[in-house]
């Protein structure tokens, strides 16, 4: 396992669409499937009006957001976490942009944007383990 430096962390997150976002609901732990893009170092979030209403609850609270990619089979992979305040974005020139660049779930009309600032990135890197040297081998 090799720990990423910020930047790798920031490109691999941004290489992916989809994640997961934890935050609280009456002090207790929620984790939801989110689809996102990075924009300008943040990761923009979006939603729609039902099944993910409960989203809306993370705003204005502290948030992680975790995407990895890992080989089932190998477990050759990376992830990356990263912790910040989630605010909902309530202007009208980047709520429109965000429909063409943010992909929904499904057919369902946006209904809000949630933009999460960092405070912390870490992930890592899980890479091939080396063959084993033969017994008696230097």
């Not at 490109?11 to 989110?34: C, E, K, N």
């Not at 993370?58 to 477990?75: E, N, Q, R």
Request: proline share 7%; no cysteine; hydrophobic share 45%.
């Amino acid at each position: 396992m090799r720990e990423l430096v910020h930047i790798e962390a920031r490109q691999l997150l941004g290489s992916v669409a989809l994640g997961r976002i934890a935050f609280t609901i009456d002090a207790l732990p929620t984790i939801r499937p989110a689809n996102h893009i990075v924009d300008q170092g943040d990761v923009i979030v979006r939603g729609h009006r039902g099944v993910d209403v409960v989203l809306q609850a993370a705003a204005g609270k502290v948030v992680a957001y975790s995407a990895d990619v890992i080989d089932p089979h190998t477990y050759v992979g990376w992830s990356v976490t990263l912790t910040g305040m989630a605010q909902m974005v309530d202007s009208p020139a980047e709520l429109a942009r965000y429909p063409s660049i943010v992909r929904p779930w499904g057919a369902h009309e946006q209904a809000y944007v949630i933009r999460i600032h960092p405070q912390v990135i870490t992930g890592f890197e899980l890479l091939e383990r080396p063959e084993e040297l033969p017994t008696g081998a230097l």
